[in-house]
Every structure is written in structure tokens, then in C-alpha cells.
Nanobody, 114 residues
Framework: VQLQASGGGLVQPGGSLRLSCAASGSIFGADIRAWYRQAPGEQRDLVAS???????NYADSVKGRFTISRDIAKNTVYLQMNSLRLEDTDAYYCYVRLRGREYWGQGTLVTVSS
């Protein structure tokens, strides 16, 4: 399984972006799909996750602004980011746990700047 993240870019504060993470192989049985973010020199932090049972979890800092979703038929996970703030600037990484194995996509950079 390979994960390809896309959708990052430059956006003004208050703007929106939608990140996508497409899997090259089937991730139908994945029990966790998630997005993390990481600033240079800092640890990678969970932004949002969704379980196979559609239970979602969000970091407190993004609750009410970000929404994680999945399209099982397309093997894709999305992160809709609204009301973006300067502090949301980071590299965003998608993550999948499938049958006990962990997979990471490459980072997609989100820059929030006026």
C-alpha cells in the first residue's frame, strides 16, 4: 500500500483547503485512517482520525473547523479544513493502519499566511 497525499497549498487566514490521501492498494480493511501534522523540528501530532466504524476523533485545536471523511470505493481519505489559522501551517501526513501495519503518505504542505 502506498499513500499519496495532495491538496496542500497557500491560503489566507479564514480560508479553506481540502486534503486528499489516495491509496494505491485497497485499504478496505483499515481500522484507522488519520491525518497528522508536523512542523520542522517538532513531533508529529494527530489532527483527526476515523475508524472503520466511522468514529471520528479530532485534536482540540481543530474541532469545529476540520472534518475527516473517507470514500471507501475510491480508497481515499479527506481532510476538509475550514477557518484556517496561521497556526495551522504545517506539513500534513496521512496515515493508515491496516491489519496491524502502519502506512504513511508523504507530507503535503499547508501554509496559512496573509
Amino acid at each position: 500500500v502506498q499513500l499519496q497525499a495532495s491538496g496542500g497549498g497557500l491560503v489566507q487566514p479564514g480560508g479553506s483547503l481540502r486534503l486528499s490521501c489516495a491509496a494505491s492498494g485497497s485499504i478496505f480493511g483499515a481500522d484507522i485512517r488519520a491525518w497528522y501534522r508536523q512542523a520542522p523540528g517538532e513531533q508529529r501530532d494527530l489532527v483527526a482520525s476515523i475508524t472503520s466504524g466511522s468514529r471520528t476523533n479530532y485534536a482540540d485545536s481543530v474541532k469545529g473547523r476540520f472534518t475527516i471523511s473517507r470514500d471507501i470505493a475510491k480508497n481515499t481519505v479527506y481532510l476538509q479544513m475550514n477557518s484556517l489559522r496561521l497556526e495551522d501551517t504545517d506539513a500534513y501526513y496521512c496515515y493508515v493502519r491496516l491489519r496491524g501495519r502502519e502506512y504513511w503518505g508523504q507530507g503535503t504542505l499547508v501554509t496559512v499566511s496573509s
